[in-house]
C-alpha cells in the first residue's frame, strides 16, 4: 500500500504513527541555498541507477543529501522481511541519529535512476551542526523522529525469539529498548514461522532466546557485549587517542557533563556500563524537572541529551563497564581499564557513576531477579502486571512514581513501608495522588518476609508481615517492585586512591582545607587532583535529576582551570584497542 505526501513522494504505509503524522518534519526538502551552504561539509558522488548507496550494518557512511535522482529507503531484518519505509528525492537527505557517531546503519538505500548526492562524513556532520544553526536544529530534529520511527516499524534491528516473560528477552529487551535500538520479539507459542526457527536451530538448555541479526547471524541467548558487538553498537577506540575528560557514567550528571564540556570545545569520551540516562531512564515519568509541566519520561528526556552531547562531539561507549582507574598518571594521563586489556587515556575524570538499586535481604530474592522482582517500572514490566495484583516496596519518590504509573496497568498495586506512611519520604503531589487512586493502598511497619515460586514459572507467592502486630499475609502475586534506595556505584575507583565516605560516596571539595593557601580546590573535585565527581555518587549530593545535570554543567569550569593548568601528558606505547 502507497500513500502520497503533498509533495507527491511515495510513502509506503507502515506501523510507525510518526512516519504517518509527521512527515514534514522526518523528511523535509533544503532549499538550494541551504544544499550550497552544505556543500563545504562533503563531497559529492555518483551511483547508478539500482546501486546501493548503503546498507544495514554500514558503519561511518556519513549523511546523503540528494542533489538529484530518488533513492528507495528500506528495511530488512535477519528472517528475509523487507519492508519499503519511504522514497526520497532531490533536496532530502539521508542519516539518522546513529549516523552521528558512524553507528551501523538500519536502513538499505538504493538509487532509482542515476543519483548525484552530497555526502557528509559524520565527524562533519557534527560540524555541520554546530556551524549552522536553524539547519542544524531541523537536521537534528529530523534524525530523532527517524530513529522513533525505525524503532515503532518493528522491521529492522535483531529479532528475538523466545517467550515474552522469559527473564533472558526482558534482559535483552530491556538493554535494547533502553538504548534506543530498534528490535522486534516473536514469540514462539504464538508465531509459527518463530516455532519453526527454534526447530530448525535446536537450541540447547539455557540457549534461548535466539536473537537474528539483520545480516542473519544467529546468536544464542547473548550477553549484552556479545549482543551489542554484533549489532554494531560500539564505536572502535584505538586505545591511543588523549581525551580532555573522561566521563565514567552517562545519567543525567554525565550526560550534562559531555554536554557542556564537549560544547566548549574540550574532547570527551563518556562510557556506561548498560544504557544512557542512568536510573532517570527508569522513571515513567519524571514531573519535577523544570521546563516540562506535563513531565517527561526519563528515556525521553535522556534520549535528547544522548544525542546533545553526539552533536557536540562528544564520543560515546556504550554498553563499556570501567573497572578500574590507574590515577598514577604514569605517563601524565589517568587510564581507564575496561578489561581485556582494553583501555582509555584521558587527562581528567568525571566520576558519573550515580546509584545502584539496594536488595534487602530477602532469601531467595536473586531467584526472582528478572523473574518477577523488578528494581524499575517500564512499560516492559507493566505489560507483565496487567490484570493482576501487585507489590510494591519503599517510600521514596521513585517508589511513588512506579505505583502511580502501575496502577494504569495491575488490578491493584500493595505499598509496603517499614515505617509510618509515605508523607515524610514522598513529595506532596505523589502522597495526594496515591490518597486518590483507589487500586493503591499502602501497609505501613509491613515488609516482605518470604517469596516463593521456581526459576521456572518466577515468582508466584508473596509472604508479607506487619511488624508491629505479626499478622503475616500471603498472597499469590507474581511481581514485586523494590525501590528501597540505592547505593554508590564506586568499586571500580578502588586503585585511585580516591577518598570515600562510610557509605561507599565520593568526597569532594575536602581538599579545599589543605590547599587553601593555594586557593585551588574546586567543590567537585575529589581528593585526587584532576578527577572530580558530579550526582548522586558525590557524598552530600541532592539525588534529584536537576541537581545531577547542574553538577554536570558546574564541573566543566573546574575541568578547564584543571587542564589550563595541568602539563599535557606524553603518549605512552599503543595498547590493546578497546574490547579487544
Ligand atoms: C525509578 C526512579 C525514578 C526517579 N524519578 C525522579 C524524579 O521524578 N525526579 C528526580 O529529580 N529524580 C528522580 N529520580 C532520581 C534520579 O534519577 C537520580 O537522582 C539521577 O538519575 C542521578 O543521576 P546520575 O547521573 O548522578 O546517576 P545515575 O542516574 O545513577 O547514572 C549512573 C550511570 O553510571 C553507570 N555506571 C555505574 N558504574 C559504572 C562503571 N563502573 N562503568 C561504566 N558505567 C557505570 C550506570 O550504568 C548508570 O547509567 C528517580 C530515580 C529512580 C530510580
Known amino acids: 500500500m502507497t500513500n502520497q505526501n503533498a509533495d507527491g513522494v511515495a510513502v509506503r504505509a507502515t506501523r510507525s504513527p510518526t512516519l504517518r503524522t509527521r512527515y514534514e518534519q522526518m523528511f523535509p526538502v533544503l532549499t538550494l541555498d541551504e544544499i550550497e551552504r552544505l556543500r563545504r561539509f562533503g563531497t559529492i558522488r555518483h551511483y547508478l541507477d539500482g546501486q546501493r548507496l548503503f546498507e544495514t550494518g554500514d558503519i561511518g557512511h556519513g549523511m546523503f543529501v540528494l542533489i538529484s535522482g530518488h533513492v528507495a529507503i528500506s528495511q530488512h531484518d535477519g528472517l528475509g522481511h523487507v519492508t519499503p519505509v519511504v522514497d526520497q528525492g ?122 537474528i541479526s539483520s545480516d542473519g547471524a544467529v546468536l544464542r541467548n547473548p550477553q549484552i557485549a556479545e549482543l551489542a558487538r554484533v549489532l554494531g553498537m560500539i564505536a572502535q577506540s584505538d586505545g591511543k587517542k588523549l581525551y580532555d575528560v573522561a566521563v565514567v557514567g552517562s545519567g543525567p550528571a554525565g550526560l550534562a557533563t559531555a554536554v557542556y564540556a564537549a560544547s566548549e570545545g574540550l574532547s570527551v569520551v563518556v562510557l556506561d556500563s548498560k544504557a544512557f540516562g542512568g536510573q532517570a531512564g527508569a522513571s515513567a515519568r519524571i514531573e519535577n524537572y523544570l521546563g516540562f509541566p506535563t513531565g517527561i519520561s526519563g528515556q525521553a528526556l535522556a534520549g535528547r541529551a544522548f544525542v546533545q552531547a553526539q552533536k557536540f562531539g562528544a564520543e560515546i561507549l556504550i554498553p563499556v563497564e570501567v573497572k578500574s582507574v590507574d590515577c598514577s598518571r604514569a605517563n601524565g594521563a589517568l587510564a581507564l581499564n575496561v578489561g581485556n586489556g582494553g583501555r582509555i587515556r584521558a587527562r581528567s575524570l568525571v566520576i558519573a557513576t550515580g546509584a545502584r538499586y539496594r536488595r534487602p535481604a530477602i532469601e531467595n530474592l536473586e531467584t526472582f531477579e528478572g523473574r518477577g522482582v523488578w528494581y524499575w517500572a517500564s512499560p516492559i514490566e507493566a505489560q507483565l502486571c496487567s490484570g493482576e495484583e501487585v507489590i510494591l516496596v519503599g517510600g521514596g519518590n521513585s517508589a511513588g512514581q512506579a505505583a502511580v504509573f502501575l496502577s494504569g496497568h495491575a488490578t491493584k498495586v500493595t505499598i509496603l513501608v517499614r515505617g509510618d506512611g509515605v508523607a515524610h519520604s514522598m513529595s506532596r503531589y505523589l502522597v495526594d495522588r496515591i490518597a486518590a487512586t483507589s487500586s493503591i493502598d499502602v501497609m505501613t511497619h509491613s515488609e516482605i518476609v518470604a517469596l516463593s515460586g521456581s526459576p521456572e514459572h518466577g515468582l508466584e507467592k508473596v509472604l508479607w508481615r506487619n511488624r508491629r502486630s505479626g499478622a503475616e499475609v500471603t498472597n499469590a502475586i507474581r511481581n514485586v517492585f523494590l525501590f528501597v534506595g540505592a547505593d554508590p556505584a564506586t568499586t571500580w575507583l578502588s586503585d585511585c586512591g580516591v577518598a570515600l565516605n562510610k557509605t561507599g560516596f565520593v568526597i569532594t571539595g575536602a581538599r579545599r582545607c589543605e590547599l587553601a593557601a593555594e586557593g585551588a580546590m574546586n567543590a567537585l573535585e575529589t581528593s585526587v587532583p584532576g578527577v572530580f565527581a558530579v550526582g548522586d555518587v558525590r557524598a552530600g549530593s541532592v539525588k534529584r535529576v536537576g541537581a545531577a545535570i547542574g553538577e554536570g554543567a558546574q564541573v566543566v569550569p573546574a575541568l578547564h582551570s584543571f587542564l589550563a593548568d595541568a602539563s599535557v601528558p606524553t603518549r605512552d606505547s599503543p595498547r590493546a584497542p578497546l574490547g579487544e
Open 90 to 211: 532531490p533536496g532530502q537527505f539521508l542519516a539518522e541519529v546513529g549516523t552521528l557517531s558512524g553507528r551501523a546503519a538500519l536502513v538499505d538505500v538504493n538509487a532509482e535512476g542515476d543519483v548525484e548526492a552530497l555526502v557528509i562524513a559524520p565527524e562533519d556532520l557534527r560540524r555541520l551542526l554546530v556551524a549552522e544553526a536553524e539547519l542544524g536544529e531541523r537536521i537534528v530534529r529530523a534524525l530523532i523522529l527517524r530513529r522513533v520511527g525505525l524503532i515503532e516499524t518493528e522491521a529492522s534491528g535483531p529479532v528475538l525469539i523466545g517467550s515474552p516473560t522469559s527473564a533472558d528477552v526482558i534482559r535483552l529487551e530491556n538493554f535494547l529498548s533502553r538504548n534506543g535500538h530498534p528490535h522486534h520479539l516473536l514469540d514462539p507459542d504464538a508465531d509459527p514461522e518463530a516455532a519453526e526457527l527454534i526447530v530448525r536451530y535446536a537450541p540447547g538448555a539455557g540457549e534461548l532466546p535466539l536473537v
